[in-house]
Every structure is written in C-alpha cells, then in structure tokens.
C-alpha cells in the first residue's frame, strides 16, 4: 500500500506572493500518477495539475507548476503569483500505474489561505 | 455539461435506518468510484467499479454495499447506518485506469444520529 504525507495542515500568504505546498509519498510502485486536487469551500474537488511518474519533466499549468523528484518521492506544488480564489484545501494524490481497486490514495490536505 | 452528479446533497439519518446514494455520470466513463472524505482527512476509497458489473473493496468498504447499475450509475448503500458513518461522500468516475484524472461529483453531506 502506498501512503502520501503533507505536512503543513495550513499556509497563509498574501496575494501576489508564489507559494509552495509540500507532498511526499512512499511507494514500492515504479510506474505510477501524482495528482494535485483543489477543494475550495463549495466542496468540489478541482483537478489542478498532474505528473506521469515516467516523465521526467515537470508538469506545468498556468500558474501550477510542481517540482517532481522521484528519488526523494517528493511532489511539491508551487503556485505563482497567488489570487484570492486560490484560498481552498489542496490535496495531494497517488494512483498507480493501471488503477484498479486502489483508486487515488490522498493525503490529510494544506488549507491555503490567501491574504488580500 | 453535467459531469457527475450526486444525490441527495445532503442527508440527515438516524442509527439503523437505510439509505441509498445515488450517482450519475454523462462523459461514458468505464470506471467510477464512491469514496468518503472525514473532518482532518483526505478522501479514503471505499468501492470502486471498473465496468458495468464489477465491483471492487476499496480502503474501507465495512458498512457500505454498492451496486453498478450500468455504466452511467453507481449507488452506494448503508443498510444499517453507524454514526461512524457520518461523513461527506464524492462519486467519482474517470475513462479509464491510470492516468486519466477523476471527476468528481459535488458531494453528500451525510448525519447519522
């Protein structure tokens, strides 16, 4: 089983600021997907960025963008000049590779919060 | 545009009564998965579906059945339920396994008492 740790329950940061959110995770697994999901207090779950554990460059999206180093199985996100609707819970995920009955496994979250 | 959609919203039961949740999805997704998100911690998986048919225990599927019903639905049911079970629940579904991301539903707000 795999399991996936994020170890600050809560960020602040003022608007504007780039912010980094960190996630690590244990695995025996080679081939697998990290998953950065957002929940905002509306309770859906966004997706905001994905990694193949295979690619060695590092996802991008907008102002997303990880730092995926497999070694340290760490999968950190960094969000750049940070907006007011960023504030929400971000919630780091783990699915190996062919899904099945494992799904995506979650860590315990970071609620953001941005400052105006 | 409706993606995946859950009902009831939200739900207030007592200890020992039944209760079926119930999911949807338009996108023509092979799997979907029911999974409960608890105060403190991230979504656990509690069954998964990977086709019309099948089922599969997820990370705690104790005190949940649940029954793919074709490929747009998957209900979760509680035939007893526990206040342990009080909880917010997402259906997800996804195209297929692996890499391709879940969608998710926007949640029921579950109350045992």
């Known amino acids: 089983a795999q399991t996936v740790t994020q170890s600050q329950p809560e960020m602040s940061v003022q608007e504007a600021e780039t912010v980094t959110l960190s996630c690590t995770y244990d695995?025996?697994?080679?081939?697998?997907?990290l998953f950065w999901y957002k929940q905002p207090p509306s309770r859906q779950m966004i997706l905001v960025i994905r990694q193949e554990a295979y690619k060695q460059q590092n996802a991008t999206e907008n102002r997303f963008s990880v730092n995926f180093q497999k070694a340290a199985k760490s999968f950190s996100l960094k969000i750049s000049d940070s907006q007011l609707g960023d504030t929400a819970m971000y919630f780091c995920?783990?699915?190996?590779?062919?899904?099945?009955?494992?799904?995506?496994?979650f860590g315990k979250g970071t609620h953001l919060i941005i400052q105006p | 545009n409706a993606g995946v959609t859950q009902t009831p919203k939200f739900q207030v039961l007592k200890t020992g009564q039944s209760m079926t949740l119930q999911c949807a999805q338009d996108m023509n997704h092979n799997s979907m998965y029911w999974y409960r998100q608890d105060p403190g911690m991230g979504l656990r998986l509690i069954y998964y579906?990977?086709?019309?048919?099948?089922?599969d225990k997820g990370e705690v599927p104790n005190g949940y059945n649940v029954s793919r019903l074709n490929k747009r639905e998957f209900s979760l049911r509680l035939e007893s339920a526990a206040p342990s079970q009080t909880s917010v629940y997402f259906c997800?579904?996804?195209?297929?396994?692996?890499?391709?991301?879940?969608?998710f539903g926007d949640g029921t707000r579950l109350s045992i008492l």
């Open positions: 995920a783990f699915m190996k590779h062919g899904g099945g009955a494992d799904g995506l496994t």
């Open positions: 695995t025996s697994e080679s081939n697998y997907y």
């Open positions: 579906s990977a086709s019309e048919g099948t089922t």
């Open positions: 997800a579904s996804s195209e297929a396994r692996g890499a391709q991301p879940q969608h």
